[in-house]
């Protein structure tokens, strides 16, 4: 997958919005506010970070090397998925989707009704 492919993807999620907020080259994915996925460059490799059960973070970081904790963020609740690792393009769009649903039930109900009648 690349940066564009997983640009294009996280934005097709309803309600998502990207900005900038921490430099020029760090992308963040928002839903209602909150942040479900960010792109940025990781030692001179693109990486993807995303929310994902504590469970499940550790099967996935045991299961692809290109899986590790959230660079940067909390992890136990984040992992950073490297594009172009071992990591197949169906595995990282169920990784974006876990993350979207993670942050987006968190919202309020109001919040998430007005995101769905958009």
């Not at 974006?96 to 993670?102: E, H, K, L």
Request: a negative charge; proline letters at 4%.
């Amino acid at each position: 997958m690349t940066r564009e492919e997983a640009i294009g993807y996280a934005l097709s999620k309803p309600g998502a919005t990207e900005t900038y907020p921490f430099d020029e080259t760090t992308l963040v994915f928002k839903v209602g506010g909150k942040m479900f996925g960010l792109v940025y460059d990781h030692k001179g490799d693109l990486g993807l970070n995303l929310k994902c059960d504590p469970d499940l973070s550790q099967v996935l970081r045991q299961q692809y090397e290109g899986v590790f904790p959230g660079y940067h963020m909390n992890k136990k609740h984040w992992n950073t998925v490297l594009f172009g690792s071992d990591v197949p393009d169906d595995e990282i769009i169920n990784l974006m989707n876990i993350s979207y649903d993670i942050v987006f039930k968190s919202l309020t109900k109001k919040v998430q009704k007005e995101i769905q009648d958009e």
